[in-house]
C-alpha cells in the first residue's frame, strides 16, 4: 500500500544507458519526514498519518503550528480535562513547512504507532 513522499525538486539532469540513450531525470531531495500524529478510525473517524518535512524557523511559526508539535506547550483543553483522560503524545520535533496526511485503507501497522513518542 503506497503511502507518499514529500520531498522538493532540485532540478533536472539526465542519465544514459548502456546503448548511449539519454533519459532525462528529475533529481528530488526527500525526507526526513517525521510523524506528526496518527489519526485512529476510533477517535477520528478514518486511519490516517500526518507527516512533516522540511523544518522551519520557530521564530517563522505561528503558535498554533508549535503547539501541534511540541509538548512543551500544553493548551487549555488538556488542563481542564477529567483525571484519567488520555492525549495521544505529540511528535517532539521542529515545526514543519510541508504537512501532509495520508489516508490509509486499513488499520495503521504498529511499527507507525511506535514511531510517535
Known sequence: ???GLL???VG???IYNDEGKVYPVTVIK?????VLQVKDMARD???AVQIGFEEKPRRKATKAE???ISSEMESNRRK???AGTQFLPKANCEPQK???EFRLEKAIPRVVVLLVP
Do not use: S
Request: glycine share 16%; proline share 15%.
Open 1 to 3: 500500500m503506497p503511502i
Open 30 to 34: 526527500l525526507g526526513p519526514c517525521p
Open 7 to 9: 520531498g522538493t525538486k
Open 66 to 68: 508549535r503547539g501541534h
Open 12 to 14: 533536472m539532469t539526465q
Open 80 to 82: 481542564k480535562a477529567p
Open 98 to 100: 510541508y504537512i501532509r
Open 45 to 47: 473517524g478514518y486511519d
